[in-house]
């Protein structure tokens, strides 16, 4: 188990920023990018040479791949479906059942959504839903299936402050889609037109 959460706090260093992909300790100060946010490995110090515009891309795409948790023919998916029906490739990422859990405020992190998900602790309109990349739609309603049996979810204790995006509702247990995410929800560090070029070649 140490081994995996070292590579995964790893991946916040090489991206030079943190991904949020631990849940409660990427905001503690064990975090390992607040102790060292310089690259891993024995050359993480050096200086890098300036990048190019194909390191560039490349990078953007593995740093959102990785934040979303998703495998390269998952995110090459995502990008056609986006390219084919003319919509922005965050916007169906971010509209994933996971990620919009984890926005909720019903998961530490995307890896745990995904992990509930999939063990049925959750209803999307009155439906057990067990995908974690099922999309939602707008007027769409989240419910937490039966919280006060769940020994897993303690989102009230730990999550309480959290900030919801716009264009989510949220309520206690339940949570709702009020609209498709706009440009200014996503997250501002992500350049989706680097991706467009990566993968347009």
């Not at 946010?37 to 740093?63: A, V």
């Not at 057990?128 to 990349?133: A, C, E, G, K, M």
């Not at 419910?143 to 897993?152: C, S």
């Not at 989102?155 to 959290?162: G, L, M, V, Y």
Request: glycine letters at 4%; a positive charge.
């Amino acid at each position: 188990m140490s081994i995996f959460e070292d590579s995964t706090c790893s991946r916040c260093r090489q991206a030079g920023e943190k991904l949020f992909l631990k849940g409660e300790k990427c905001i503690s100060p064990k975090c390992p990018f607040v102790r060292r946010s310089y690259g891993p490995g024995q050359h993480g110090q050096s200086r890098r040479k300036k990048p190019s515009d194909f390191s560039m891309q490349l990078e953007e795409k593995q740093r959102t791949k990785i934040m979303y948790g998703l495998n390269e023919e998952q995110f090459r998916r995502y990008y056609e479906i986006a390219e084919h029906e003319k919509v922005s490739l965050l916007s169906l990422l971010e509209c994933r059942i996971d990620n919009v859990l984890y926005r909720l405020g019903f998961a530490r992190s995307r890896v745990e959504a995904r992990k509930l998900t999939i063990s049925k602790h959750f209803k999307v309109n009155g439906k057990t839903i067990i995908s974690p990349s099922f999309q939602v739609s707008v007027n769409d309603q989240i419910t937490v299936a039966h919280p006060e049996k769940n020994p897993f979810i303690e989102i009230e204790k730990r999550w309480k402050d959290i900030q919801v995006p716009e264009w989510l509702q949220k309520d206690e247990w339940v949570g709702s889609v009020h609209s498709l995410p706009s440009v200014e929800s996503f997250d501002s560090n992500i350049n989706e037109q680097l991706i467009v070029e990566f993968y347009s070649r």
